[in-house]
């Protein structure tokens, strides 16, 4: 299984992305992603998985935790150590968070 290391090059380049906010189905912002050291790589997943799903549903986050790789065993080993990866893990069948990009 590939290492989130090699897989991130493989994501849609996000050099025009500030950040990236989610919000719930009621509309209210449940998450600001920024592009900067320690979180640079979550918003090019999230992206990634925003482009192919258009929204942050069930689907997107069983994908983003295959993606995550080796960092979701770390998660679920320890919660709250990786709070975008626990986002993923909590979107139920029936749940979906929608994405607003910050643009640069």
């Known amino acids: 299984m590939p290492a989130f290391a090699d897989i991130l090059p493989t994501l849609p380049a996000i050099d025009h992305i500030t ?3 989610l919000h719930n189905a009621a509309g ?15 918003v090019r997943l999230y ?3 925003w482009l192919q799903h258009g929204c ?3 689907a997107a986050a069983q994908q983003g935790l295959a993606l995550y790789a080796e960092h979701t065993a770390d998660a679920l080993a320890f919660p709250g150590k990786h709070p975008n990866i626990d986002r993923l893990l909590a ?3 029936n749940d ?3 994405v607003q990009l910050v643009l640069a």
């Open 19 to 21: 950040a990236l906010t």
């Open 28 to 42: 209210e912002q449940v998450a600001l992603i920024e592009t900067k050291p320690g979180s640079s790589g979550s």
């Open 47 to 49: 992206h990634a998985l």
């Open 56 to 58: 942050i549903n069930h």
């Open 91 to 93: 979107i139920g069948p």
């Open 96 to 98: 979906a968070l929608s």
